[in-house]
Nanobody, 121 residues
């Protein structure tokens, strides 16, 4: 099993920055891709950014140019640097990891408990 713990959320003014971190523990050796999702008030959970073991990244159009995802495969950590934050970025942000569990490529998805990000003046 894999445990994911997020940190770094909080209250920030529009235009400000926050840095979210996710630490993975447990059976981290078979983690493949990792990602950040978010769920705003009354909204469905959506993908914010993802990163593969090799460092390939993907971003939601709404955060391109403002957010940067990175990971350290040795320390089993992932970060999300969020700049130029907008009120629309207000959400609970979740760390996500996908493990490959057998030679056939079956996967298991893991989630953290989330960290609140509030952008407000």
């Amino acid at each position: 099993q894999v445990q994911l713990v997020e940190s770094g959320g909080g209250l920030v003014q529009p235009g400000g920055s926050l840095r979210l971190s996710c630490v993975a523990s447990g059976r981290t050796y078979n983690i493949n891709s990792m990602a950040w999702y978010r769920q705003g008030p009354g909204m469905q959970r959506e993908l914010v950014a993802s990163i593969t073991t090799g460092g390939r990244t993907n971003y939601a159009d709404s955060v391109k140019g403002r957010f940067t995802i990175s990971r350290d495969n040795v320390k089993n950590t992932m970060t999300l640097q969020m700049n130029s934050l907008k009120p629309g970025d207000t959400a609970v942000y979740y760390c996500n990891a996908i493990s490959i569990v057998n030679v056939e490529g079956a996967t298991v998805e893991h989630w953290g408990q989330g960290t609140q990000v509030t952008v407000s003046s």
